[in-house]
């Protein structure tokens, strides 16, 4: 028997809902830029990519939180620039035979010719009053020149936030390019619930954040019911997504739910209430306003509102199950899934509702539009028992496939810079998000702890 739409969407079982929640923390002020040098390019000889050394950040004070701070930039740098694979990295192995400079002025460029470097990545991390001064240097092994630099200041205590800093800039600059390394991911996870005593209840998932990396994981909810479908905010300021709430007796119903990440408050702006539930939220491009999935007219239709609930407008009217929206990059049209033709296939409209039309015409759930200037739509396909996510080019109006049919590969969510794609997959057991890259290379694990689900990638830096 063929599982339904909102089956396959996570709209499980009921649970109860308990009263609370739970604000997350201020997050760290970002380091502050101070010195600026953009003079050159960083290029590879033969039309080949660079080869880059990244030196390492060498620590001028003792104490060890600089010690500490300055080894943790070098090595997250060192990821960060490999996740973009613009660069021919050379190996950590090959550079600790380098003696370390002690100052960004005096590298020694003839040890680094030696391993056929075109550019080197180089800094220094001091002491100053109660934070820390990051210097950086990218130099043209070439001509010893400078390509990049910059000085920092900031707090000690997210020596993180600094390597990520420094690579998307140095990306803008260097490659005239948008990089993911400020970015968050949000996902719904169980991970709490198999900490409880006693059996798991897989109903109770929390909507948690973390770097693109999966790195410093922060709870945004903390209701012990069913949290689902997370999408970010243009702004990166708001998470809307799915929960299911208290009808006054012994059930639930599902509502969006939007949570102001820097304050804690949260609104329900669809109104929803047991006859009139709301799901599958994802905002418009300019956010200002949301789409999502309602039974309010009595079955699941295609909705659009302000975000403030304001302004509502029924998009779809078909007998069939219409789910899953999601908004172009201009904010003009949007594409869902509708099983009119017996199973899932992606269809697509103008935001008026008009020119309806199949789009994709495979059994497909949870299309996700990509930004520009690649336009495209990732969506999870059926591939014998499970699903593979295949990527549609409008430019050539056809699918690829990236995922290789280990496991089930669902949920798929591009990143703001349409270069990387985070979903989930079953390959290892349970269900983990992952990212890989559009060409399908590159598949790294991004979560490893409970059962993690619908990540979205936000699209500001934090």
Known sequence: MKPTLLALVALGAFSSLQAGGQQPAPSTPPPRPQQEIFELKISGSGGGPPKLAVAGF????????????????????????????????????????????????????????????????????????????????????????????????????????????????????????????????????????????????????????ADYDGANPRKVTNTRTLNITPTWSPDSQVIAYTSYRPSGGAGTFQDIVLSYIETGARTTPANGDPQKQNYLPIWSPDGTKIAFTSNRDGNPEIYVMNRDGSGLRRMTTHPAIDVSPTWSPSGNQLAWVSDRTGTGRIYIMNVDGTGQRVLINEESYRPTWSSEPFNEIAYAARSGPGYDIKVYSFQTGESRRITDGIGSNESPAFAPNGRHIAFTSTRNGKVQVYTIARDGNDLRQITREGNNKYPNWSMEPK
């Open 58 to 209: 060498v620590p001028l004070s003792n104490d060890a939180e600089t010690v500490a701070a300055a080894r943790t930039i070098t090595d997250v740098l060192w990821d960060d620039i490999a996740y973009e694979r613009e660069y021919y990295m050379i190996a950590k192995d090959a550079i600790a035979t380098i003696p370390r400079h002690t100052s960004v002025n005096d590298v020694p460029l003839d040890r680094y010719k030696e391993l056929n470097a075109d550019g080197i990545v180089a800094g220094t991390v001091r002491r100053a009053g109660n934070g820390i001064v990051v210097q950086v240097r990218v130099i043209q092994v070439a001509s010893g020149q400078s390509a990049f630099g910059k000085e920092y200041t900031g707090s000690a205590g997210n020596p993180r936030r600094f390597a990520h800093t420094i690579w998307d800039e140095m990306y803008k600059q260097q490659l005239q390019g948008r990089g993911v390394a400020r970015t968050r991911l949000t996902f719904s996870s169980d991970r709490d619930a198999e900490r409880l005593k006693g059996p798991v209840n897989r109903d109770v998932q929390e909507i948690y954040l």
